[in-house]
């Protein structure tokens, strides 16, 4: 057990001098980078906003916010969610 906590330890040390390393210019242009990249949004896409949805990009995939609840959910759910209510509403 004591050997596992020495590893453990080690890749923690390990981690927080690589960030270390990094300068803080080249974190804030990773996050510049990151946050103004476009997100191409196909038909699904364009309806979802249409319907008040935000979307984001998250490990390169795109996740939508929630117009009534303001949670985060998979493109499949928002589109679920888009057309169980349109169907309510006939």
Excluded: C
Aim: glycine share 6%; hydrophobic share 30%; no cysteine.
């Amino acid at each position: 057990m004591s050997s596992y906590l020495k590893l453990a330890r080690r890749i923690r040390a390990d981690r927080e001098e690589a960030r270390s390393q990094l300068t803080s210019e080249a974190v804030t242009e990773l996050e510049t980078s990151r946050q103004n990249r476009p997100i191409h949004l196909d038909s699904e896409g364009r309806k979802l906003e249409t319907a008040g949805f935000e979307p984001k990009e998250r490990g390169g995939k795109t996740i939508w916010q929630r117009p009534d609840t303001g949670f985060w959910v998979s493109q499949e759910m928002a589109l679920y969610l888009v057309e169980s209510k349109s169907m309510e509403g006939d």
